[in-house]
């Protein structure tokens, strides 16, 4: 697609959704918030992983940095009597710099490392966390986490769609940024840079890409991302907890890049709606089947985890390319189909 | 006096003294000394493992050597791979060695890293100068394709065509920074007889371009028609240098490698 084109149909995608929390009961709403919030996870991951090739277990673990960072500043702040947007927008910058943070350091090992031994260290990530926040449980206050102080919605709202909407603005809001920057990032050199490190390290070396900066900028700029995330769900949730970022979480978030199109920020949308709706689908059927409470919880949880990791299976073997891949297949069929064929075939 | 000028003008391109890489036990290169005057075409040959790309790696930063040191330009350098194109040094690899998930012209614009002006911050943003300079490797590097005749596979990815094209990318990579030293890792291996003949035409036309050419093969009589100078390396040693002529009528050459080739 060209950039214009893509252009306006982000800018329609925008506008479209900005306009659906207005009619939008308040349960969906929060629903849209928690995919933005995702899809800003989501981008980050995807870019790491799929145009890096650099594979992240942990993902989680850099957005409970920026959920935790989030709820440091904003409960300091508002400790200082400090409203309106300045404890919005500050509290989710720190998470973004924190999380960045945390992932420079992280990035700086996982550059020596490969494949097995970086999934490792990022699955330690994730692992740490809990242990982490018991361990320093006066400053993360152990598991149950910490509760946050949040700006409210604005006044003007209290009639209508009330702090759901609200909170589903904010979160479009952070998802639009994030997935235009990542987007500037994977069209522009560094884009070339983190593929041509992707498919030949050498190769991409003697072309004058400094393959370790890459490596490191990429997973810097991927946990940046992810921790706008965390800060979104921090802020939806007014609290930050070790539980809300678990590993099954982690793996929740590369499924949904893989099922979505590993490596393409639209892939990454559809991971995280499905990330969303899925569960949620899950729980209406076990719902109606009148199960006994005890079993209908028991398969709330984990159906949707052994669903998740079925469908990826099931994405991996027949379209390895993910909703994204099958969808652009469709497309090009239906250009191809109208027009006869521009692109050059090699015989 | 002009004989004994020192000065940049007449160093050559590339002066490699007493490289020595060893890789534990293994010696893979033992004191070599290889030159490359301004405008030239050396060659390189030697048996399976004699060290060639292991000489390679060397000029490129890939391996350092245990010891030895290297000069471009009369400077003595430490070279670093990602900074190779820097001092006007390309090389393609042994094999294809394309970005595989790549169109081809993305693979050629890759090539154009040292010319990158514009900083991260400009690229996230999407500032002008950003996408003036993208457009602008863009066509370059086109150009680049078209005066190797190849512009009409710009968007094919390169795993969709035969293999004379895509050895035909790997080049266009090479030159699309415009060096002045090109160093050419098996460029013939895997081509076809005509295919091999239009390629030691491209290779003499390079001089042509301002730019030394440092060429390992095995194909010999391609190596003997191009080359103004061959060094033969076995098992890591130069056994031999000189012209096309002196280094085909050496025996320890014709022992060692000539003699392998013809069995
Ligand atoms: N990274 C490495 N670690 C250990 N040994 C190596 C390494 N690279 C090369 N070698 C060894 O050094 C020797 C020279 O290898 P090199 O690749 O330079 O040979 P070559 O002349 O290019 O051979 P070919 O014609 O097969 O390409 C070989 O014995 C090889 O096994
Ligand atoms: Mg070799």
Redesign the interface.
Known sequence: MSSRTTLIVGLVGLVAVIGLTFVLDPYRNYQLATIAAYLCVVAGLTMLTGVNGQLSLGHAALAACGAYCYAFTANGLAEQEVTGPVLLILPILAAVAGAAVLGLIVGLAAARLHGPYLAGVTLALVLALPAITSRFSDVFNGDQGLYISVERRPEFLAGRGGTEMFQAWVAIACAALVVI?LR??MK???G??M??V???E??????????ARTKV?AFTVSSAAAGAGGAVLAFMTQSASPGAFSLVFSLFLLMAAVIGGIGTLYGALWGSILLVVLPDAIGSLTKSLSLSPEVAQRLDGNLAVGLFGAIMVLVVIVAPLGIQGLLRKGRLKMQSRGTPQS??V?? | MAAHDTGPASAPRLALRDITVKFGGLTALDSVSVEVPVGSVVGIMGPNGAGKTTLFNVVCGVYKPTSGTMSVDGTEVRPRAHRLTKHGIARTLQGLGLFGGQPVLENVVAGLQSSTRHTFLEELFSLPRAAREEREKKERAMATLASLGIEKYAAALPDTLPYAIRKKVSIARALVSEPSLLLLDEPAGGLGHDEIEELGELIRSIPGRDCSVVLVEHHVDLVMSVCDSIAVLDFGKLIATGTPAEVSANPAVTEAYLGVDAA
Not at chain 1, 202 to 211: F, H
């Open positions: 920057l500037n990032l522009g050199n560094f070339r840079q593929r041509a992707r498919d030949n050498v190769a991409a070396a003697i072309a004058g890409v400094n393959v900028i692109v050059p090699p015989k």
